[in-house]
């Protein structure tokens, strides 16, 4: 039976809510009475969406997660004439939205990937599908610049270069490794090009 609006909008105030807190506070720490506290929702109506519970939805919320923050960078990144210009924008973007929200909302995979990688194999699976879509989709963006495999290692490096800084930039409260390391793919973007 399809969803009514009301359900749909529940689910969505769960997938939402869930995602945040396991941003925020990581997955082990995030119960599901505080899911459905902070999604407004009965407690009940998790399983409802999510019969599997936590597991459920945590390999939703992470499949979501990722597809929708893919779809950002790549807005970020468009279609720029210049991709060095695009590069030093996503960054500096990135940058920006990190300082905006007190440091709290960086990549909405990276928190629960290192945490579950050795303790939850459906997890592990889920960030290894979503970061893999990520490199995915950067190859075919540094295609339009770069013949193979350089633009596979680029989207590589674009990718551990957003979430190690997005690491620094946390820890430090400081947006600086993001422009950091903006500068650095910048760097490697021409020697590929130049090369």
Known sequence: MPETGQQAGTRQRVEDSAALLFRRQGYAATGLKQIAAESGAAFGSIYHFFPGGKADLGDHVVRRA???YRDLVATALGDD?????AVLSMFDAAAR???ESDYADAC???TLAL???STDERLRMATEAVFADWVG???AWFGQWVPRPADRDLATSLIMLLEGAFLLARAAR?????HIAGRSMVTLLRAHRSG
């Open 174 to 178: 400081d947006p600086g490794p993001l």
């Open 81 to 85: 004439a210049d991709p060095e210009t």
């Open 115 to 117: 945490e579950v990688a």
């Open 108 to 110: 909405p995979i990276a």
């Open 97 to 99: 939205a990190l300082a």
């Open 137 to 139: 989709t950067a190859t």
């Open 66 to 68: 990722g597809a929708a």
